[in-house]
């Protein structure tokens, strides 16, 4: 069974600041997918970034890219300058690809953590 | 392009009842699945369904079923509550195949008294 950890239950940064989030995860699948989702205090949960487990180059969607280290199974996000809108709970999450490139979308989320940015 | 919606927004039930809730799917998607999020914890994965099948399911009892239609739209059933089924539902959709990201709906909030 896969684990995800998020040890960093609340962060907070100042606007046009930069932060990371960290996240690290168990599994002995070598093929997979990991996520950021944001859920923000409206709820809707919504994708942040992906990355594919083959792929060594570091995914990258605007201000928010990750920093994955597959050997030491850790897959952080840098959120560059601080939005007041980036205030949500942050969700990494790891899916298990099967053969032929079919997944079966079963996500396994961590624990989240609070991200607050200030003005 | 509607996303995915969900019915009801809130729903308190008393213990020892039964509740179903409901998903449609966004437009053009053919996968629903299901998480429960406990207030200040990650989403845990309840099942998923594809093609009016249960294709995966988590470690959750029987009491938690679900059933999809031919038009994709989903729902999930919960018999003999207890108090601990109080969380968040969400519900979120994708492609069957070679598509990974899902697109998650606003959730219901089940609070069972």
């Known amino acids: 069974a896969q684990t995800v950890t998020q040890s960093q239950p609340e962060m907070s940064v100042q606007e046009a600041e930069t932060v990371t989030l960290s996240c690290t995860y168990d599994t002995s699948e070598n093929n997979y997918y990991l996520f950021w989702y944001k859920q923000p205090p409206s709820r809707q949960m919504i994708l942040v970034i992906r990355?594919?487990?083959?792929?060594?180059q570091n995914a990258t969607e605007n201000r928010f890219s990750v920093n994955f280290q597959k050997a030491a199974k850790s897959f952080s996000l840098k959120i560059s300058d601080s939005q007041l809108g980036d205030t949500a709970m942050y969700f990494c999450?790891?899916?298990?690809?099967?053969?032929?490139?079919?997944?079966?979308?079963?996500?396994?989320f961590g624990q989240g953590t609070i991200l607050t940015v200030h003005p | 392009d509607a996303g995915v919606t969900q019915s009801p927004t809130h729903l308190i039930k008393t213990r020892g009842q039964q509740v179903t809730l409901r998903c449609s799917p966004k437009?053009?998607?053919?996968?629903v699945s299901w998480y429960q999020q406990a207030l200040g914890q990650g989403p845990q994965f309840i099942f998923q369904y594809y093609e009016e099948e249960e294709r995966q399911r988590g470690n959750f009892p029987d009491r938690f079923s679900g059933h999809q239609f031919p038009n994709y739209s989903s729902e999930l059933n919960v018999n003999a509550l207890l108090l601990g089924d109080s969380a968040l539902y969400l519900c979120a959709s994708s492609m069957g195949h070679g598509q990974n990201e899902q697109y998650f709906g606003p959730g219901t909030r089940l609070t069972v008294t």
């Open positions: 437009s053009g998607h053919d996968t």
């Open positions: 990355q594919e487990a083959y792929k060594q």
């Open positions: 999450a790891f899916m298990k690809q099967y053969a032929g490139g079919t997944s079966y979308g079963k996500l396994t």
